[in-house]
């Protein structure tokens, strides 16, 4: 009868123990987050969509990477799931002259998303490759009977169309061929300097940005930043000899009517000639051959302005 409360004390520590143990769980390893993506750009394609391009994640070797997320604002957008080694993606269905923004994260195999993320703010455009003709959107040189002046964009016709001298008050853009020169003036330097004789003055005021692109087709034409951060002019000209130029040439283009303070923007591909050089056809009709596109909301330099 002396031994019962010390067996009794042993079964209690027992059971203690197995309670203990029973409570203790194997620890599980969490899968890491994966490193976001890097440097986002955008260019845009037509007036309802929007082409981003960005760097992979440095973490798309690891076995637990999964996918990239795109969130878009404003607007009821679903996130967008991007298949992973995907470096391009379009974004469709947006209106022109409204600034999106798109935030764009990595996502590991337990679809958590990483922690930091790319953000860019980017307004679709309007892709025009023909002219209130429906015609091809050509510029002619000086000694032609064609137009030689481009207005980016005519708001009856909704569209770019060439012009003669006669219409010079229109012009933003013109195609300078004597001396030897293959020039694209402003029509404000044109009219300043009198290289055309434009019975009125121009109406808008054109500038042209220092900053081109190399490329034969507007779809290379990425950025991450605000058009209006470029440095404009009237008096930068493009000179079309240059043999940077010879396989085709992008310029950004700026014009704002009389009275207005705020700017449409416009990027302007040249295309390369199919013997090289930017000049089409023969004296004394060579010409060049144009792509546009053109921001139809002033004050929307494609991006979200600079602060």
């Known amino acids: 009868m002396q031994t019962k409360p010390y067996f009794f004390l042993i079964f209690l520590v027992a059971l203690f123990a197995l309670i203990t143990s029973c ?16 440097s986002l750009r955008a260019t845009s394609i037509d007036s309802s969509t929007v082409r981003l391009r960005w760097k992979l994640s440095s973490d798309e070797s690891k076995t637990y990477f999964k996918d990239y997320v795109l969130y878009i ?6 996130p967008k799931y991007i298949s992973k080694g995907t470096n391009t993606f379009d974004v469709t269905g947006l209106s022109d002259g409204v600034i999106y923004t798109f935030t764009l994260k990595a996502r590991n195999s337990d679809d958590e998303v990483s922690s930091g993320s790319v953000s860019l703010q980017w307004s679709p455009a309007f892709r025009f490759i023909k002219n209130i003709n ?12 064609f137009g030689s002046g481009l207005q980016l964009y005519d708001q009856t016709n909704k569209k770019p169309r060439t012009l003669k001298v006669a ?3 229109f012009w933003n853009l013109g195609l300078y061929t004597k001396l030897n020169e293959q020039t694209i003036y402003t029509a404000n330097y044109i009219h300043e300097n009198n290289l055309y004789n434009f019975p009125t ?3 808008y005021t054109t500038e042209i940005s220092e900053d081109v692109f190399l490329t034969n087709t507007l779809n290379n034409v ?14 930068i000209a493009i000179d079309l000899k240059d043999p ?13 009517p009389a009275g ?9 591909l040249i295309k390369p000639a199919s013997g090289g050089g930017l000049l089409h056809g023969n004296p004394d009709n060579r010409y060049i051959e144009c792509e546009i596109s053109y921001q139809r909301k002033p004050g929307v330099p494609f991006a979200k302005p600079i602060n």
């Open 167 to 169: 219409s010079g008050q």
């Open 244 to 256: 940077d130029f010879r396989n085709g040439v992008v310029i950004i283009v700026r014009t704002r």
């Open 222 to 235: 990425f950025d991450s930043q605000a058009l209006n951060a470029k440095k404009f002019s009237k008096d």
């Open 260 to 268: 207005q303070t705020e700017w449409n923007y416009a990027k302007v």
């Open 23 to 38: 409570e203790e769980t194997t620890p599980v390893d969490e899968t890491p987050l994966v490193a976001p993506p890097d």
């Open 73 to 78: 604002e404003p607007g009821a957008f679903a």
């Open 201 to 203: 003055a121009p109406t």
């Open 134 to 145: 429906d015609e091809p959107i050509r510029v002619y040189e000086t000694a032609s009977q």
